[in-house]
């Protein structure tokens, strides 16, 4: 066993009902004079409420999914024409990204607060997207100094978005089994990832209001971002970020491919099958998550979310030099164009 085990640097607190006060904690620990809030207009009211207490010089509510770098260049622009000197932002995926596209060229400080379960707040990977063409890197000035968790932000996320937003977390926590950098702690964090979200995500869907399914969900989301900026990419997010690029939404697309990697990583990786089929409580990794993808109605295909079949040779060519040379399986062309062609009918990944 040898392995070399990084752990990032970064606050993180659970303060349920309580954001408005741990944010003000926060900025103050960074001496944040001139913060600059980042929230999505359905978002408005919601970062108002929590950002009150801060000494707010600009609000920016230009979000897009995949932060289009015309979009990132704007509120870059912004951010040093209000001469802010830290970021908080209240949103999704999207939101913290944008956040993190003007860290990494203007190295303010970031505090998130998540209002999905998308987990770009815990890690150091940034994204932007050009025409059809996604790219990502990982720079340490883009992590969040501090995140702030707070179950009750996530009630107004629809079920629907709910779930597919934690499947994305949850394909966080299989792709740490086999990534690039995949170790014991890696792993340790992610299998405790999926049982929180095995138990939490359907607990949502029972009682949408409630706290404690969101709370576990919040939980499993952390722990699945921390395995994944360890581990680092692994085939099933080398596959989304390209069909990102070609304008599907992030957390579904996650959802729909998540179990056919699996059904292809799973053969030729039994100890990672193995603990994620215990994470489950299944007799193997697929009959598990399937089973909860069931019990959640998760999102199927590819074709449901605006998926044309006709770029598929293309999304293969953009995908093959990406893939991780120690992905498990072996892929090929022709297993890219299967698994694509399989992920856009939704049929059955065995």
């Known amino acids: 066993m040898r392995f070399t085990h990084e752990t990032l640097a970064q606050r993180v607190r659970f303060a349920p009902g309580d954001a408005a006060g741990a944010l003000a904690d926060e900025a ?4 944040a004079s001139r913060v600059m809030v980042i929230a999505a207009p359905a978002e408005a009211g919601l970062a108002g409420r929590i950002t009150g207490g801060l000494p707010v010089v600009l609000v920016h509510d230009e979000v897009a999914m995949h932060v289009p770098v015309p979009i990132a260049e704007r509120a870059r622009a912004a951010a040093t024409g209000a001469a802010a000197d830290a970021i908080v932002c209240v949103g999704g995926g999207s939101t913290t990204g944008l956040a993190k596209a003007i860290a990494l060229t203007l190295g303010l400080p970031i505090i998130a607060v998540p209002t999905t379960y998308a987990g770009s707040e815990a890690t150091d990977v940034w994204g932007l997207t050009e025409g059809a063409r996604k790219t990502t890197g990982v720079a340490a000035r883009v992590l969040p100094r501090a995140v702030v968790y707070d179950a009750t932000l996530t009630r107004s996320l629809p ?40 138990a939490g995500l359907p607990a949502i869907v029972d009682e949408p209001a409630g706290l404690p399914g969101r709370e576990q969900a919040l939980v499993g989301a952390y722990l699945s971002a921390v395995a994944f900026a360890s581990a680092g990419s692994g085939l099933h997010h080398k596959i989304c970020h390209v069909l990102g690029g070609l304008g599907l939404p992030h957390a579904a697309t996650h959802a729909v491919v998540l179990p056919y990697v699996l059904a292809l990583n799973a053969p030729a990786a039994p ?9 489950f409580g299944s007799p193997t990794a697929l009959d598990g998550l399937q089973a909860l993808r069931r019990r959640l109605d998760a999102p199927r295909a590819l074709r449901d979310h605006g998926f044309d079949d006709s770029l598929i040779p293309e999304a293969v060519e953009a995908i093959l030099p990406v893939v991780p040379a120690n992905n498990p399986a072996a892929v090929t062309a022709a297993v890219l164009d299967r698994l694509l062609h399989d992920a856009w009918e939704g049929t059955d990944p065995r």
Do not use: F, K, T, Y
Request: glycine share 10%.
């Open 28 to 31: 103050a620990r960074l001496g």
């Open 159 to 198: 079920v629907g978005l709910s779930v597919a937003s934690g499947l994305n977390a949850l394909a966080h926590c299989v792709d740490a089994m086999w990534a690039p950098r995949a170790d014991p702690v890696n792993a340790a964090l992610a299998a405790e990832g999926i049982r929180a979200l095995a």
């Open 271 to 279: 100890a990672a099958a193995g603990r994620i089929a215990r994470a």
